[in-house]
């Protein structure tokens, strides 16, 4: 992005921000619903500072343009924001975040605008809660940028799309049924929902309006005898407006969930989640309605996957097996020919062989395909500004590390590969083979049925720190059924809380994803899919039921990279199993190149 273009356009907020005697406005990466993906109207924060990461919170005031992110960003953010005038703040442990610096800096009396469109009660809590001990205003009714962004993009206008009915394991119908019975457990009489997977989920409709994931802009107001859908009517069609009524959902006017909310009286009760639920969708509601906060019934509902649902996506591994024995093959073919490939080759060659699957719709994430130096940014992406090619010099070599997904009909795919090229050293060996130790490690282990996820985050990286070696990401998140790639409420990550509401059951599907990053130098990371299974058992135990995972990724892990040396017996036979029954999966799904492939990778060691 032009650079020029970023300190124009700072220039511009900071007069409109003295204009209307502000202090300070915070710009964060969200929307209405609190995604993760964006439409490109909610994109302020990139607009502003030209960083492209998915995650990160800008500050501005007079004479301060800060922008917070985490590791996995840090090195992209730092060439992105030179020369912008925006300083780079990195989230780690001990360190102020965006929140801790305004209370620090700001004065008695000073105010602070942040939209309450993208702004959740549970960060508006946090907010007001520094604030208050210095008496800084936090201003939330205003969209401060209206009048800077003149040429903000339009709102998307996708049509609404069924998920296709042989996929699916239960009706809209049912699942409201169950969404009410969580309401009358918790005492709601009525529940807001503005997370969009949620209520894709609950509808069984899909969208196209964020990218990578099959959901549209909406909201959802339920009480025992009604539920109303917020959303752009004119992207339902008659079928699907007809198929809501059948299943006991009216449609409504996207911006009209205001106006519904304030109908509500103090005698009724609203269940929402304060961290899916923004403070703007609130702002007509009378002060005296009641709330209960707390996790929606839906986040846990389609979090656990039927077993129907689980077989379709186990097929949905297959394909996409089936797809990455094909690229890998053509893709070292190519390479082995002499041909110069890049980052961006290995992205669209990618998509072609998925597109060709049935049931495809779309990637979903963006591709992380990273060489050396770039494969150490975990969140990498190539761009046609700014990509490598896979060059070594002659007697040198590298690691590539490719991380994608698909989005298909029958289920979601998420994937990490790590493949040589050129000269591969006993260094790389020994860094893969710890990973791999890892990724072995949590893939083989078994935990009480109901812990916290976070909790078994050191079970896989126990290898690694034996090692005296980390990662700065979480070890995996869960995974949704043709919905979002990153789907709660189960997270593995010793830095995440952990609540009752992370438990681990029996259906949820998960990534299983150490990695270890030399910065300059190469990223490793390995990644598959894995679902929560019942741990066979001959006998009864006083010890409860217990839970494993059954690894549904199905590709070769590169054993070219491997020092055997460093594999004990038990990780040499889950590492011969798992390559046995990939085989055996894939073997009928290719043929020729890919499946000559397919045999040789997939060999014991």
Known sequence: MNKQAIHERIANL??????????????????PHLSEYLPEYWQA????????????????????????????????????????????????????????????????????AVDGNVLSIAEQDRLLNAFDANDITLITERDVLTEIWTDRPALPAAKLYTHDEQFLAQSATSKL??????????????????????IAWLTNLRGADVDYNPVFLSHMLIDADKATLFVDTDKVSEDIAQSLKDSGITLADYSAVQEALSA?????????????????????????????????????????????????????????????AEFFATFEQRLANG?????????SMLIDVRSRQPHYVSPSFPTIAGFNENGALPHYRATPEKFSYLDVAEGAGGL???????????????????VGIGQITAEHKRDFTTVLKAHIALARAHFPDGIASPLIDAICRAPLWQAQMDYGHGTGHGVGYFLNVHEGPQVIAYSASTPKERAMKVGMISSNEPG???????????????????????????????????????????TRLIEPSLLDQTEIDWLNDYHSQVFAELKDRVEGAALEWLTERTKAI
């Open 339 to 347: 041909e110069r490939l890049s980052e961006l080759d290995v992205d």
């Open 264 to 324: 509500l009286t103090p005698d009724d009760l609203l269940l929402l989640d304060p961290s899916k639920v923004a403070v703007g969708t609130l702002l007509k509601m009378a002060d005296d309605v009641g709330f209960i906060e707390q996790m929606a019934p839906s986040t846990l509902l389609k979090s656990v996957k039927a077993d129907s649902d689980i077989e379709h996506v186990r097929e949905a591994m297959r394909q996409d097996g089936a797809a990455l």
């Open 177 to 198: 049924a169950d969404v009410r019975a969580g309401m009358a457990e918790a005492g709601a009489t009525h529940h807001l929902l503005s997370s969009l997977d949620d």
């Open 516 to 558: 270890l990053y030399r910065e300059g130098k190469w990223g490793i990371r390995i990644e598959n899919l894995v679902v929560n299974t019942p741990v066979a058992k001959p006998t009864e135990t006083e010890f409860g039921d217990f839970l494993n995972f059954e690894t549904i990724t199905y590709c070769p892990i590169d």
């Open 45 to 112: 924060r990139l607009w502003l500072s030209g960083f492209t990461g998915s995650v990160g919170t800008l500050v501005v005031t007079a004479d301060f343009a800060g922008l917070w992110t985490d590791s996995r960003y840090w090195v992209h953010a730092a060439d992105q924001l030179e020369g912008t005038g925006i300083t780079l703040e990195k989230l780690a442990p001990g360190q102020p975040n965006h929140i801790d610096w305004l209370a620090d800096h700001l004065q008695e009396g000073d105010s602070v």
């Open 14 to 31: 900071r007069s409109t921000l003295a204009a209307q005697d502000l202090t300070a406005i915070i710009v964060p990466s969200a929307d």
């Open 400 to 418: 590539l590390l490719i991380d994608s997904g698909a989005q298909y009909q029958n289920g979601t795919t998420d994937i990490t590969r790590v």
